[in-house]
């Protein structure tokens, strides 16, 4: 009963590169959210997705980032023309309903933009 | 405006000895949950523990309890016996109605650094 699994776990792009991170939910969720940890800070809510449909992406930056949850497959957090201030760990958390009380979250990513 | 604030960037505490970590909250919903995470230095985030508002008994998972005042606003984290494993950053988060309704966001604070000395 694997949990929710991110990879990579860690990424090293170089600036103006793209930066795609993924995240498979839990068997039986299909709601999943992700969240920005930047250093010595707390996470921070990017976006909230369900299968094929952004739900709020409130806190996501208007532009070079992205995310997507298709109907087959795992949800994709893209990040194009990396800049520094990019790097951070990137979390993404799953739940079986739009509850946040079955939160389980993956590893993270750890993004090191050079 | 901060929603959860968290006043202490790093605490210490003897082995053995118990361990308090504070956390109050801001929201205007009746309804609301509110958790404390662990992160340790491997960086995952680990679910410590869980107290809804309606609740009517403070939470306790094992060694965690959560220390519950809601006309304060407050949802402390009360550690006993604590142990070197214990190190880590902890968070607290409250959940909340996202844009379209239900709870869908959690928002965390900035954490607070723990480290027990043997």
């Known amino acids: 009963n694997a949990g929710v699994m991110q990879n990579p776990r860690h990424l090293v792009r170089r600036r103006g590169q793209e930066a795609r991170l993924r995240c498979s939910p839990m068997k039986g969720h299909s709601h999943v959210y992700w969240y920005r940890q930047l250093p010595e800070e707390g996470l921070k809510f990017m976006v909230y997705l369900q299968k094929e449909n952004i739900i709020d992406e409130s806190g996501m930056p208007k532009e070079r980032f992205s995310a997507e949850f298709p109907k087959e497959g ?4 893209r990040i194009q023309q990396v800049v520094r ?9 799953s739940s079986p309903t739009g509850a946040a009380d079955g939160y389980t979250f993956g590893s993270g990513t750890r993004l090191t933009v050079v | 405006a ?13 082995e053995k000895e118990a361990v308090t970590l504070d956390c109050t909250y801001d929201t205007s919903d009746p309804s609301y949950g509110l958790f ?5 230095s491997s960086g995952e985030m680990i679910f410590l523990i869980y107290q809804g508002s309606y609740d009517q008994q403070n939470a306790t998972e094992g060694r965690y309890s959560l220390n519950f005042q809601k006309a304060r606003k407050s949802a402390n984290l009360v550690i006993s016996a604590s142990q070197l494993g214990d190190s880590a950053m902890y968070f607290c988060a409250m959940r909340e109605r996202g ?3 239900g709870y869908q966001k959690v928002t965390f ?8 000395i043997p």
């Open chain 2, 109 to 116: 604070g900035i954490g607070t650094k723990l480290q027990v």
């Open chain 1, 85 to 93: 201030g990019d790097s951070a760990a990137y979390f993404c958390a």
């Open chain 1, 74 to 77: 795992p949800s994709i957090l």
């Open chain 2, 36 to 40: 404390w995470y662990k992160q340790p």
């Open chain 2, 2 to 14: 901060q929603k959860i604030t968290q006043t202490q960037p790093g605490m210490f505490v003897q």
């Open chain 2, 99 to 101: 844009r379209s309704g």
